[in-house]
Nanobody, 123 residues
Framework: QVQLVESGGGLVQAGGSLRLSCAASGRTFSSYAMGWFRQAPGKEREFVAVISWSGDDTYYADSAKGRFTISRDNAWNTVYLQMNSLKPEDTAVYYC????????????????WGQGTQVTVSS
């Protein structure tokens, strides 16, 4: 079992930065690739980024490329999402999740989810 708890969300002005954290508990954390998704009101859950179990491979949604960076610290059982140059369209609840496959960009490929943290970007 893996338990995930997100933190670091909040209100930020456009152009600003936030760093989200996802703290994991359980003995199998390092076995999972970890992803970030987001969901705005009335919208489908959207893939943002994913990182391999080792941290050596990352993939990003087009909306995140060049602005967001996913990283992990297995010693602390934590995955991060550094978000720079934030835009109002980034406003959403952000979720971290543990990947099980096969498709990294779909929520159905993730076995465990956190409760989410709200990110609001003002213009």
């Amino acid at each position: 079992q893996v338990q995930l708890v997100e933190s670091g969300g909040g209100l930020v002005q456009a152009g600003g930065s936030l760093r989200l954290s996802c703290a994991a508990s359980g003995r199998t954390f390092s076995s999972y690739a970890m992803g970030w998704f987001r969901q705005a009101p009335g919208k489908e859950r959207e893939f943002v980024a994913v990182i391999s179990w080792s941290g050596d491979d990352t993939y990003y949604a087009d909306s995140a490329k060049g602005r967001f960076t996913i990283s992990r610290d297995n010693a602390w059982n934590t995955v991060y999402l550094q978000m720079n140059s934030l835009k109002p369209e980034d406003t959403a609840v952000y979720y971290c999740a543990a990947y099980s496959g096969p498709d990294y960009y779909t929520p159905e490929s993730y076995s465990y989810w956190g409760q989410g943290t709200q990110v609001t970007v003002s213009s």
